[in-house]
């Protein structure tokens, strides 16, 4: 069964960081890309960053890009996401997330996805 634990998250307060970390139990996780998403309270869960299979494509929600940093290190089956210059609106659940099929390009798109973890709490005070 696979499972994806998120960690890192936290109270930080505006203008702090975070790095967040996503450990995956897949003997294959080279194979796929991963992303990152997030759900304030209250509305739909969006689309944060991703990474491609072999790291060397990432692309950005436009609300962080600039801000963050998406990464990953196969070896260890954990991919990352540093953010900076949090913001209030940072304020969310985080998810990592693997890719339905394995060597695509990373997607913005959340049913390119099929397998979620539990999520990781980040609250950014003002």
């Known amino acids: 069964q696979v499972q994806l634990v998120e960690s890192g998250g936290g109270l930080v307060q505006a203008g702090g960081s975070l790095r967040l970390s996503c450990a995956a139990s897949?003997?294959?996780?080279?194979?796929?890309?991963m992303g990152w998403f997030r759900q304030a309270p209250g509305k739909e869960r969006d689309f944060v960053a991703a990474?491609?299979?072999?790291?060397?494509?990432?692309v950005y929600a436009d609300s962080v890009k600039g801000r963050s940093t998406i990464s990953r290190d196969n070896a260890k089956r954990t991919v990352y996401l540093q953010m900076n210059s949090l913001k209030p609106e940072d304020t969310a659940v985080y998810y990592c997330?693997?890719?339905?099929?394995?060597?695509?390009?990373?997607?913005?798109?959340?049913?390119?996805?099929?397998?979620w973890g539990q999520g990781t709490q980040v609250t950014v005070s003002s």
């Open positions: 990474i491609s299979w072999r790291g060397r494509t990432t």
């Open positions: 897949i003997p294959t996780f080279s194979n796929y890309a």
């Open positions: 997330a693997v890719a339905v099929s394995p060597w695509g390009a990373p997607s913005r798109t959340e049913n390119e996805y099929n397998r």
